[in-house]
């Protein structure tokens, strides 16, 4: 796809926020306490000059009724743990009625530096791309992956199976038709019972289901989900270049609240 029609491209960037306590039995990092309104208003701010400099739309999502109620319109199970992730999932359903491609980020994504139209374009028009990286058996994703492909008789090679983060993720219309995500999903937990089902993380679901319908994921560019899990790692990153730094973890979100207390970090 040349420049020229990945500018073509009817994309946006979709974040959503609701308080975690809201949902029964979910984990709730201490760091999720202290996003304020001032955090929120900071981070929207440069998820807006993040769509400005792809050139995109961008819509946050902050009203719990309205994320919530999503479950029934989609008849999808509520298990309180896998809630909150399964939202993404849910709002993708709703705006592919108006995108083409959509480009998911985490509330505690934070951009730094201005992409080059290459990078714009990689960004921009992949049907299926998600930072990965080889997954080690011993690891709870690949148990589980594992474990669900024997229960629905999904053929498993032990090197298909990836660790995968969803912090950043981008997707076409095609390309969500194709893992028919929602349909997957149900089957899923309809066919479970309610305690590995209420155990299977978004991450686990994802890489199910992309093998499921045996849709092939790229495997997205560092630059656009550069790990900070720890202050080392935030440290070590090159921020003079463009790159989207995503605090994972409980230990990032840590260091993401001391940024936010100092005026002249990359939230400012």
Not at 66 to 75: D, G, P, Q, T, V
């Amino acid at each position: 796809m040349t420049m020229t029609q990945a500018a073509l491209v009817n994309h946006t960037f979709l974040t959503y926020f609701i308080p975690w306590d809201q949902f029964k039995g979910t984990y709730n990092p201490t760091i999720y306490n202290s996003y304020t309104e001032k955090y929120i208003e900071l981070t929207k701010n440069k998820h807006s000059q993040l769509s400005a400099d792809f050139e995109t739309d961008y819509h946050f999502i902050n009203d719990a009724e309205y994320c919530i109620s999503l479950f029934e319109k989609y008849n999808l199970k509520r298990f309180g743990a896998n809630d909150l992730f399964n939202i993404k999932f849910l709002l993708l359903e709703e705006y592919f009625e108006k995108y083409d491609a959509i480009t998911y980020i985490d509330f505690d994504v934070v951009q730094v530096g201005t992409p080059t139209r290459d990078q714009i374009e990689n960004l921009k028009t992949h049907e299926c791309a998600i930072r990965h990286t080889p997954s080690n058996p011993e690891y709870l994703i690949h148990k589980n992956v594992k474990r669900l492909c024997e229960f629905f008789d999904v053929p498993y090679i032990q090197e298909d199976v990836f660790t995968n983060n969803n912090g950043v993720f981008t997707i076409s219309k095609e390309g969500w038709k194709k893992l028919d995500y929602l349909n997957s999903l149900r089957k899923i937990y309809n066919h479970l019972d309610e305690q590995f089902s209420s155990e299977l993380c978004d991450e686990s679901l994802f890489n199910f289901i992309r093998l499921l319908s045996q849709v092939p994921v790229i495997n997205l560019d560092e630059q656009f989900n550069s790990f900070a899990r720890s202050r080392e790692e935030y440290i070590r990153l090159d921020k003079n270049d463009f790159r989207m730094i995503h605090f994972s973890k409980d230990t990032g979100k840590q260091v993401l609240n001391e940024l936010l207390f100092d005026p002249n970090s990359i939230l400012y």
